[in-house]
């Protein structure tokens, strides 16, 4: 139970971050902020395997913040893109 709760916390601390560094309309209020957060933990976990570059998101900490940061980043720049077309 503690453990979904720090990835709560740590999506919202990066989705929160995200939405700040690249400002603009987005969806959602704190709910959607956490699943940016979450997914974009995944998906800079991902980038970072695949490039070596970043490190996975293990746990609470400076690290996974920054790859959790850029994988927010990533996932608001594919929903800006996808919602610009529909």
Known sequence: MLNIL???LLGLVAG???K???PGK???GFF???AIGVIGAFIGGFIGQYTGILGSAT???LGSLITAIVG???LLGIIRVVSKKY
Do not use: C, K, R, S
Request: proline share 5%; net charge negative; glycine share 10%.
């Open 32 to 34: 959607v902020t956490i």
């Open 6 to 8: 720090a990835w709560a």
């Open 72 to 74: 927010a980043l990533v």
């Open 26 to 28: 987005d969806p959602g």
């Open 16 to 18: 929160w971050l995200a």
């Open 59 to 61: 746990g609470f900490n």
């Open 20 to 22: 700040i560094i690249m």
